[in-house]
C-alpha cells in the first residue's frame, strides 16, 4: 500500500468524535469509560482560560482516510518579562498502523508552519529520544534535558527496592551515596589532611576514607537485601529515616523559617496574589487560580493537591507545590515561589517533611532547570535518576518562526533561562 500522507488544520468542535476515538486509541493510560474521554475533551477543547486547542488533521491518500492528529494548546507565558502566547505540544497520535516517519512527519511539519497563523508566537514541547528526529525535521530546536529527582523518605522503601535490583544495580547506588558523602564529608572540615583522606591521591586512583566506605557499604547492603526484615537492619533504617528527619529540621532551622502550611484541594485568590507580586525566572508561565485549576483541579482523573507554605505572620502565600500520590510514592507536578532562591528550598524541605510525616516513601519530581538549580537540588538532598528504558530521555524543544524578534530568540534558546515542570510539559 503506497503510503502518501498530507495534513491540514481543523476545527476541534467539528470532528470531536473522531479525535477523542484518536485520543483513547493512541493515547490515553490503560482502560478508560467513554464519559471520561468525552469529559477529558471538553476540559481540553473548551475550558481552558488561556484558549483552544490548535488541531491539525493526518490523512492517508486520495481518500483522506483520517490517520492521526496533532495539536497544541495556548499557555500564556512571560519571556523577559514580555507577555507572549506560546503553543504546548499536546495530543499527538497516530493510528497504529500509519506509525511511520512519513504520516508523523505531514502532521507536525504542518503544525509548526501554521502556528504564527494560529496565534501563537513560538511552540514547546517534550518529546521523548525516539520521536525527536520527527520535531527537528519540522524545524525544532533541543533546548535542554529533563531530570528526575528523587528524594527518599524512609530507609526501608530504598532498601526493598536495592533488593529486587541486580548486583549492578546495587553497586551503582551504592557507589553515588558514597560519592556524595565523600564530597560532603571532604567540604566539612577546612583541614588538609582531612579532605586528603576523602580525595584521591592520583588520578585514577581511590580515595582512602571513600574506597573503605564504599566496601562497608556495599557488603551491608548485600546482607539488608537478602534479609531486610531483619531486626538490626530495621533498626538501621529506623535511625537514617531519624536522622533524615533531623536533618530537614535542622536545615529550615538555620534558615528562620516562620512558616507554616496546609493542604488546600484548588487554587484561590491567595494563588493570583502570588503572581502578580512573583519574581520569576527569565521564561516562565503564568500560574493564576484560573490556570491552576483548569490544569489540575477540574479534570479529575488523578487526585492533585496544593501544598502550601504561608508567612506565619499575615497569611501570603509564599509558594506551593502540586502533587499526587501512587503506590505510596509523591509525584510532585508543579513547584512555584515567590522567588527561587531561599524561599523554593524552605518549601521543599517543608513539603519533604510534611510527606513523610503522612507516611509516604519518597518524593520525586521531573524538571528542567539551569545547572544552579539542580546543584541546591543535590545539596538538599535529592538524586537525579535516569528516566526508563522505554522512554530513553525526554528533551524540551522549542520552535521558533524566522520573523521571530532575535532578543527574544536569544533568552528562548538559551537552557538556563528555563525552569520548567512536569506539569507545564505535557497534558
Not at 481552558?48 to 494548546?73: D, L, Q, V
Request: charged fraction near 25%; glycine fraction near 6%; charge should be positive.
Amino acid at each position: 500500500m503506497e503510503k502518501v500522507y498530507s495534513a491540514a488544520r481543523v476545527q476541534p468542535d467539528e470532528h470531536r468524535d473522531v479525535l477523542a476515538q484518536l485520543w483513547k486509541e493512541n493515547l490515553a493510560h490503560g482502560e478508560v469509560s467513554q464519559e471520561f474521554v468525552e469529559r477529558r475533551m471538553r476540559w481540553f477543547q473548551e475550558q481552558n482560560p488561556a484558549g483552544p486547542p490548535r488541531t491539525w488533521m493526518g490523512f492517508h491518500g486520495p481518500e483522506r482516510a483520517i490517520i492521526g492528529s496533532g495539536s497544541f494548546y495556548p499557555r500564556d507565558v512571560y519571556v523577559s518579562g514580555r507577555k507572549l502566547k506560546a503553543g504546548v505540544l499536546g495530543d499527538f497520535g497516530v493510528t497504529k498502523a500509519h506509525r511511520i516517519a512519513g504520516a508523523a512527519m505531514s502532521i507536525q511539519r504542518e503544525l509548526a508552519k501554521g502556528c504564527r497563523d494560529a496565534g501563537v508566537d513560538f511552540l514547546f514541547g517534550f518529546p521523548n529520544k525516539a520521536s525527536f528526529p520527527i520535531f527537528q525535521r519540522a524545524g525544532y530546536k533541543k533546548i535542554a534535558d529533563s531530570t528526575i529527582w528523587v528524594r527518599p523518605l524512609m530507609a526501608a522503601y530504598k532498601l526493598n527496592e536495592l533488593a529486587a535490583s541486580s548486583a549492578g544495580e546495587q553497586q551503582s547506588t551504592v557507589s553515588a551515596v558514597v560519592q556524595r558523602v565523600a564530597e560532603r564529608a571532604a567540604s566539612a572540615v577546612p583541614h588538609p589532611r582531612w579532605r586528603a583522606l576523602w580525595e584521591p591521591a592520583a588520578p585514577g586512583a581511590p580515595a582512602p576514607l571513600t574506597q573503605a566506605l564504599s566496601t562497608a557499604a556495599e557488603r551491608a547492603v548485600q546482607r539488608a537485601t537478602v534479609k531486610p526484615d531483619n531486626a538490626l537492619v530495621r533498626a538501621a533504617g529506623r535511625a537514617v529515616d531519624a536522622s533524615m528527619a533531623l536533618r530537614d529540621a535542622a536545615a529550615l532551622l538555620a534558615r528562620g523559617s516562620r512558616v507554616r502550611t496546609e493542604l488546600v484541594d484548588a487554587a484561590d485568590h491567595r494563588f493570583d496574589d502570588l503572581w502578580s507580586r512573583a519574581k520569576p525566572s527569565p521564561i516562565v508561565g503564568e500560574r493564576s487560580a484560573q490556570f491552576l485549576n483548569w490544569r489540575y483541579a477540574q479534570l479529575g482523573n488523578v487526585r492533585y493537591r496544593f501544598f502550601c507554605m504561608l508567612d506565619r505572620h499575615d497569611g501570603r502565600l509564599l509558594g506551593y507545590a502540586v502533587y499526587s500520590v501512587r503506590n505510596n510514592k509523591v509525584e510532585m507536578t508543579d513547584v512555584f515561589c515567590e522567588d527561587s532562591g531561599p524561599l523554593l528550598d524552605a518549601l521543599l524541605l517543608e513539603f519533604c517533611r510534611a510527606m513523610r510525616r503522612e507516611g509516604h516513601v519518597s518524593v520525586g519530581m521531573l524538571l528542567v532547570t539551569p545547572p544552579a538549580l539542580s546543584a541546591r537540588l543535590r545539596a538538599l538532598g535529592f538524586f537525579s535518576r535516569p528516566h526508563p528504558p522505554s522512554v530513553g530521555s525526554r528533551w524540551l524543544i522549542v520552535h521558533l518562526d524566522p520573523s521571530f524578534p532575535d532578543e527574544l530568540r536569544r533568552v528562548l534558546l538559551d537552557p538556563d533561562s528555563w525552569f520548567m515542570t512536569d506539569g507545564e510539559l505535557d497534558v
